[in-house]
């Protein structure tokens, strides 16, 4: 028997056993993440990266690989990875974080063959909010409107990053 013959096909989500896994992250000591599992499922949350009192200097990427591993492993086979890409920081210790994590998500990408894509902030925040310079509160306000409930604004990034892979089709449509 097969799932047709159980489950009449216009109740089934339109993506159900055929989509990407998709993950998306707003990189960051306090890192935002949103995944669609190949059932069309979203998930999301945040994840903390802040180094421990005795954490040697690459403890944090270390653990951010782990923690890839462990998605990829838990929902995966991840195939996209879309991330913010940044230009410019506040500070230098933010510039440093984010270029870590930044290689390390590359290393990680390019070891197993999956692609990546690194999104401007501008283009997130305008495809989500219709402003490119909206602030941390209109994109947690913009996907609360959309029935997400993101704990912060990291999170409300990736839900947004997410979302505009899977629309734009990684930006080409």
């Known amino acids: 028997m097969n799932t047709q013959e159980l489950i009449p096909t216009e109740t089934l989500p339109e993506t159900f056993g055929g989509a990407k896994t998709i993950l998306?992250?707003?990189?960051g000591t306090t890192t935002g993440w949103a995944i669609r599992g190949f059932d069309g499922l979203i998930t999301s949350g945040t994840v903390s990266f802040k180094p421990g009192r005795y954490d040697?200097?690459?403890?944090?990427y270390l653990r951010f690989t782990n923690w890839l591993s462990e998605i990829d492993r838990l929902s995966g086979p991840i195939e996209a990875i879309y991330f913010e890409e940044v230009r410019r920081h506040a500070g230098t210790d933010a510039a440093h974080v984010y270029g870590g994590l930044m290689a390390t998500?590359?290393?990680?990408?390019?070891l197993r063959g999956v692609p990546y894509q690194g999104v401007p902030v501008g283009t997130i925040k305008k495809?989500?909010?219709?402003?490119g310079n909206a602030n941390k509160q209109a994109m947690i306000d913009a996907a609360r409107k959309r029935g997400f409930?993101?704990?912060?604004?990291?999170?409300a990034d990736a839900i947004a990053i997410l979302l505009w892979a899977i629309e734009t089709q990684g930006g080409l449509a």
Do not use: Y
């Open 56 to 60: 040697g200097g690459g403890m944090r």
């Open 24 to 27: 998306a992250l707003d990189l």
């Open 105 to 110: 998500l590359e290393t990680w990408a390019e």
């Open 149 to 155: 409930s993101p704990t912060d604004d990291n999170e």
């Open 127 to 131: 495809f989500w909010t219709g402003l």
